[in-house]
């Protein structure tokens, strides 16, 4: 067992106490305890153990981190790792003044958690866990040590946390974002006619790999069909392509969609580019702190109702992001993602990043898309990774 405790060992606390406190206190919480991969890598600062990147199962169970923050006294916190977190910490403290590292799968872990939980005589705290990331051998060790009663749902109180990006995260948030589209645009260039769906994504995988991206996926189409699964179809003269690709840079998401031709576009494709491109102006122009979430929702929407030679077939889509694909603000409801868009009516604030897209099924041309990140600012939004907004050729550095 690997145990670590200093008592007063705060100063290096890697978010906004304040903010976060004052966050649980609107919620009603006491305790945070935090299970899932994204929300312990917040409340460490970014951290997150390379060993279980990739996948969380090791024997019969699986990595369960857990991070267990009590409002307003950051001394109690702690951290409840994986036995091999030890050398993690010997070389990169961690700023927990307690550390657990001597778990190995998720009863033996909530079982350290209730543990140190019961260490703070809490007595009647509410104590607020992510149901969604808590395996239910784990959470009945917490229920049975805890009582039912004192742990609720904590989901909305991270999702508010981790709203407001500080500028360290905006910036990884730009890398990760220019990284896709310097890996969009090489892909573009260099595939030509032949170049298959499975070659093309391949690519992808490698550009973004070489510039430091985890590549997470890719949904691409050819031509005239809708389908975005990889596959043996290959690329023709004349013919569309869209490259819509999600990739991670330290633990935060970019997630853009960019268009290529093999050839030169005509007239019509100049013309659908230009309406969703005006589509997204309409919408991005209103991402502004102070503005409505739903403003940008109208800006949006109201721009494509206009275009009624396109709108039949297009969609307009606008959601948070962050260290997630779908975060806050939620700006829409059950559009695709199951919830609430319970932020249309909020004011926007600075630090907060948003993806707009806008998607048409051409009944001929086929699907054309685009898809942008922007970051939030006073009196100004910030498209992020805005190269290749148009129609890139395919071939040319063949």
Known sequence: MHTQASAGKTAGIPFDQHRVDRIMEEHGLDVLVATSKHNVQYMLGGYK???????????????????????GKPEQAAYVANKMEGAENAVHPFWTP?????????????????KHLKSLNLGNARIGIEPAFLPSDAHAVLAASLGYTHLVDATGAFERIRAIKTPEELNVMRQASERITDSMLAVFAASEEGSTKEDIVEALRREETNRGLQFEYCLITLGSNFNRAVSAQAWKKGEVMSLDSGGNYKGYIG????????????????DLMADILEVQEAAISRAKAGNLGGDVVAGGEDALRKKTHIAPFTDFFTHGMGLITHEAPFLMTNHPVAYEGVDAARRLEAGMVISVETTMLHPSRGFIKIEDTVAIHEGRAELVGDRGRGWNRGGTTR
């Open 49 to 71: 153990f390379i060993f279980f990147s990739a996948m969380d199962a090791i024997g019969h169970s699986r990595y369960l981190p857990v991070v267990i923050y009590r409002k």
């Open 98 to 114: 307690t550390l657990h590292a001597n778990c190995w799968g998720s009863v033996d872990a909530a079982e350290q958690a209730a």
């Open 255 to 270: 997630d853009l969609c960019r268009m290529g031709i093999l050839g030169e576009p005509d007239a019509e494709l100049e």
